[in-house]
C-alpha cells in the first residue's frame, strides 16, 4: 500500500528515478545536494518506489516514544553527536554488525550554504572497506537518481576528482544554498 501511495506522488510531484541500484550488500550513499527539507521527503518516498532500503542518521535524542520506532522503520540510526569524533567509529560498528547497509549522508551537513563538504562519508567507507555510490535529487529536471559507485580503496582527491564531475549541473531545491563540491585542506 505503501509503494502504492509513494509511486503516485512521485508521478504527481513529475519526478523519475534514473540509474540502478548497486548489486552489492553495503556502501555509503552521497545524497546531495541538500538544500531543503523536501529533500529528506523525496527521499523517503523514492525508497518506496524503487523498493530500497537505505538508512539515514537522525540525533539519538529524536529517538523517544513514539518518534523512535516511526524514525527506525523509516530507517534512520540514531547518532550521538555529544563527541563528534566518535561518529566514523559508530558507523564502521554499524556497518560491520549488518549483513547489508546503505547509509545515506548529506556530505554538506546542512541545508545551508557551505564553503566545503564535509568528509566523513569518505572516511566511514574507508575504515568500513564499502564503496561511495553517487546519488542526487535535481529539482530543475525533477529526477532522483543513483549515479556511479567509486572504487573502495581511493584517496579523498580521486575520489573528489568524480564526485564533482558528477554533481556539476545538479540542481538542489535552492540552488542559492549549494556551496562548492570541495572539501577543506586543513
Known amino acids: 500500500m505503501l ?6 506522488i512521485f ?8 540509474g540502478e541500484i548497486p548489486d552489492v550488500d553495503k556502501a555509503v550513499f552521497i545524497a546531495a545536494p541538500h538544500t531543503s527539507n523536501w529533500d529528506g521527503f523525496w527521499l ?4 518506496l518506489v524503487v523498493d530500497v532500503e537505505v538508512s539515514f542518521l537522525a540525533k539519538d535524542t529524536l529517538f523517544w516514544r513514539p ?8 530507517g534512520a540510526i540514531p547518532i550521538d553527536r ?7 567509529q559508530q558507523l564502521v560498528a ?7 547497509l546503505f547509509l545515506a549522508l548529506a556530505p554538506e551537513g546542512t541545508r545551508n550554504w557551505v564553503p566545503y563538504w564535509k568528509t566523513g562519508f569518505h572516511r566511514i567507507a574507508s575504515a568500513a572497506g564499502v564503496p561511495i555510490v553517487l546519488a542526487h535529487v535535481d529539482y530543475e529536471r525533477r529526477e532522483i537518481g543513483i549515479g556511479p559507485m567509486l572504487p573502495c580503496g581511493r584517496s579523498l582527491e580521486e575520489d573528489f576528482e568524480d564526485i564533482r564531475t558528477y554533481y556539476t549541473g545538479v540542481n538542489g531545491k535552492r540552488p542559492e544554498l549549494q556551496g562548492p563540491v570541495t572539501y577543506s585542506t586543513d
Open 44 to 47: 523517503l518516498v523514492y525508497k
Open 94 to 100: 554499524t556497518f560491520e554488525r549488518e549483513d547489508h
Open 3 to 8: 509503494r502504492w501511495l509513494a509511486k503516485h
Open 11 to 18: 508521478r504527481l510531484g513529475g519526478w523519475t528515478v534514473l
Open 67 to 74: 518518534l523512535g520506532p516511526i524514525l527506525s522503520a523509516m
Open 82 to 88: 555529544s563527541n563528534a569524533t566518535t561518529i566514523v
